[in-house]
């Protein structure tokens, strides 16, 4: 696809940009990209998913700041001697250790983004029915070990006994 600018060079940039509820998609060159003032990925000024995870460590600091008592900044991954301070700034990790050096701050930072702290994937259609009841069998012990823990035995027995059934259907397969 040629550059609908002018005409000669590829088109390498996409942008798709929906203002007052009107779509507009324009596929340019980088030279007339710059020319046009776009911001362009990867380049200073320009977007990055860097930036993006920056700011949302900046934004889980500033509110948490009031809030809650956050794990100090200056906290070091053992293994690679990084900072979160650094961390927030270069939006990356040295190693794989820093997983759990920052952990605590990083569980609210995944809810946030992905909306929760466990991967749950995808479930294949062809045996995807076992597969969702198992999921749904390790929902309901979740939810028996909160009402437990919140001393709701009236509906923890309710959910006892869903967790019986579905054990049963399971098993019968």
Known sequence: ???QECGKRPATLHFTKIIGGEKTESHLCETCAREKGEQIPGTPGGFSIHNLLSGLLNY???VMQGAVAA??????CEECGLTYAQFSKLGRFGCSSCYQAFGDRLDPLFKRVHGSTTHSGKVPLRSGGILQQ?????????QLADLIQQEE???AA???DQIR?????ISDV
């Open 134 to 142: 198992r999921r749904e069998l390790q929902t309901l012990k979740q």
């Open 1 to 3: 696809m040629l550059c």
């Open 153 to 155: 035995f009236e509906k």
């Open 60 to 62: 889980d600091s500033a």
């Open 165 to 169: 059934e579905l054990e049963k259907r």
């Open 71 to 76: 794990p100090p900044l200056n906290n070091r």
């Open 158 to 160: 309710a959910t006892r």
